[in-house]
């Protein structure tokens, strides 16, 4: 059942008041009442405890204004007592005018006084006359009143029972949760809350929880619900009280739920100088925790990385602004701090590819712990793009040491298919791109990508290695009214009776 308890007394009880004293209440007796409190308390007594004050001080204001006029009269005098005794004055033009108007502004006052008392005589003419035993009616009413609400006030703090309370917050009545203030009944809400299975209760609990007990007790107490645990951790993220969600993931012994949500916050900084600031202080707090071991070493990495990428783009951004490097006359030099490791080595194949500088991509593969097919997919766009064929060529070379001779092999760990994709769009010439083709081991593959970029000398070989006259014929008829070369080729193949066809 529902509270009807829940009001704020003291609101009411003046609304009450206010109601029973100024409103229009229903019944003959209250509108008597009412509007014997208000004509005669609001008016009458007002106006007969002032009425000798106030007429003392209109007669005041117009004896003065009478002096005013008339200099020398003390207030009984007529006009002509006045003047006789005392000897006319002569005035000039400017003097008549300014008496005028003044005379004009007094005698505007007097007229206002005057209807100020006339207002004054009708309220007291015209007061009601009420009996002692309707004001009398008024009074035990208001005392009933004050009675019913000091009940009222008593029984708001009586508390229904811990599952009547919840079923009421569970199905959506009014409720409150100020009346229980002892720790075994806030422990029973936690609990009867967990088990109603209502996430909105629940966090409602959790916070009345959070608001009314000492942290400690407040965690001690939480962390026996899963659920309630679960709630609070969502309710934080959704308010964004990151110091606290981190706080409770410490005390819940979560560090790693700790240290990811510290670094989530860090990685958002834009700022190089702060982010390392802030970099340095998670190791401080949590790089001696084994829970993170990982993620420590990533960010000491991390660390390492923005340093180096901090005198990379001072020494370059000089570089281009004196015109001293060539490549950055002919290339976009884009900033570079803050940038993944991926990017950063991409960018230094760009503009320090050589073995003698200190950026060297090689280099920072080391240092970082790049592999081998990660560091092909960042050096090889930009010599591409630079076309630096020696260069892609010593990339993909590797000595076979099983061997009794040395041999090399170009070998790739993305795949030789891939490699021709970026050489295409990087725009390289047949002969690079037919050599390379020619390194994908899968007959099938290189027949497509032969075809694709139409590269036909690589498709026509393909096909007569794995002797499919039939697939060559198709392929003859594929291509025939736009290469008649190419055609020759294949009508000479097939007609050479040393291919055993398949």
Known sequence: ??????????????????SIIFGTPAGNESAESSEFLKKSMARSTFMTEDLEDSQSVLFRTKTSSFNAVYPGSDGLQSK?????AKPPIKYNSADLIKSARSNHVRASSDYNDRQSYEGLDDVVRNKPQVSASEFQRVQDDLIKAKQM????????????????????????????????????????????????????????????????????????????????CDQYIYYLRKVEE?????????????????????????????????????????????????????LTSYVKDEIGLIE??????????????????????????????????????????????????????DSLKKAFRLTDKQYEWCVLPPLANRHRWPDIQELFTSTNWLMKK???????????????????????NEE??????????????RLKFAARYQMHDVAIQTLVDLRDRQRLEDYRLRIGGTSSSHTRKIINLLNNTQIKWR
Not at 80 to 84: P, V
Not at 196 to 216: M, P, Y
Not at 432 to 445: E, F, H, W
Request: aromatic letters at 12%; hydrophobic letters at 40%.
């Open 406 to 428: 040395m041999k090399q092999n170009e070998t790739s760990y993305m795949g030789f298919e891939y490699v021709v994709t970026v050489l295409h769009k990087a725009k390289s």
């Open 242 to 294: 990151w110091k606290k969600l981190e706080d409770f993931f410490i005390y819940l012994l979560r560090y790693e739920d700790a240290a990811l949500l510290r670094y989530e916050r860090i990685y958002l900084n834009k700022h190089s100088k702060e982010k390392i600031e802030e970099l340095y202080n998670w190791i401080k707090d949590f790089g001696l925790k084994t829970e993170v071991a990982e």
């Open 80 to 84: 002509n007592q006045t003047t006789a």
């Open 149 to 228: 609400i000091e009940m009222m006030r008593g029984q708001k703090w009586a508390n229904l029972p811990i599952k009547d309370i919840i079923r009421n917050m569970v199905t959506g009545k009014s409720y409150s949760l100020d009346g229980y203030k002892s720790y075994k009944d806030k422990q029973s809400l936690l609990v009867e809350a967990v088990q109603s299975k209502d996430g909105d209760v629940v966090l409602a609990i959790v916070l009345f929880l959070e608001r009314t007990l000492k942290e400690a007790l407040f965690h001690r107490e939480i962390r026996k619900q899963r659920v309630a």
């Open 308 to 361: 180096k990428q901090r005198q990379l783009e001072a020494e370059d951004q000089a570089k281009a602004t004196n015109n001293s490097d060539i490549v950055m006359k002919y290339h976009q030099r884009p900033p570079v701090i803050l940038t993944s490791l991926v990017t950063t080595v991409s960018y230094c194949a760009l503009f320090h590819y050589a073995k003698g500088d200190k950026y060297y991509p």
């Open 1 to 18: 059942m529902s509270n009807p308890f829940d009001f704020n007394e003291d609101e009411a009880s003046r609304a009450f008041e206010k």
């Open 432 to 445: 690079v791109m037919a050599k390379y083709l020619s390194l994908i081991s899968n007959s099938d593959v």
